[in-house]
């Protein structure tokens, strides 16, 4: 098994969102993840605050958010094995985030060699 991060990026506007709205998606996002723990596919992730810290040299430093534009905006990031990069995109497709107009990067988390 390999591991891969999904770095999830424009994530539903909860402030915008109906309670039952808000509801539906916190189910949908805890089936996903669970479904994915009870197949062993989760190693481990986190949602992200909206606020943080850039920092982009030694001197440049931003601490106003948004940093980037809100449709790419990473939200939160799972790690998760998979054969390969086609089982992590086809797991990634079902991904609740879809539904919401956001988007999952998928990408190879590369192996130690020592």
Same mark, same amino acid.
């Given at each position: 098994?390999?591991?891969?991060?999904?770095?999830?990026?424009?994530?539903?506007?909860?402030?915008?969102?109906?309670?039952?709205?808000?509801?539906?998606?916190? #189910?949908? &996002?805890? !089936?996903?993840? /669970?479904? =994915?723990?009870?197949?062993?596919?989760?190693?481990?992730?986190?949602?992200?605050? +909206?606020?943080?810290?850039?920092?982009?040299?030694?001197?440049?430093?931003?601490?106003?958010?948004?940093?980037? #534009?809100? &449709?790419? !905006?990473?939200? /939160?990031? =799972?790690?998760?094995?998979?054969?390969?990069?086609?089982?992590?995109?086809?797991? +990634?497709?079902?991904?609740?985030?879809?539904?919401?107009?956001?988007?999952?990067?998928?990408?190879?988390?590369? #192996?130690?060699?020592?």
């Amino acid at each position: 098994m390999k591991t891969f991060m999904f770095l999830f990026k424009g994530d539903a506007d909860w402030l915008n969102l109906s309670p039952e709205e808000t509801q539906r998606l916190v #189910e949908q &996002w805890s !089936a996903w993840v /669970g479904e =994915l723990m009870r197949t062993g596919h989760v190693e481990s992730g986190m949602p992200l605050d +909206a606020g943080g810290t850039l920092v982009s040299s030694p001197t440049t430093i931003t601490t106003e958010a948004p940093f980037a #534009e809100s &449709w790419e !905006a990473v939200s /939160g990031c =799972l790690l998760i094995s998979a054969d390969d990069l086609d089982e992590a995109v086809e797991i +990634a497709k079902v991904c609740p985030i879809l539904a919401v107009g956001g988007q999952v990067e998928v990408r190879a988390v590369q #192996e130690r060699t020592s």
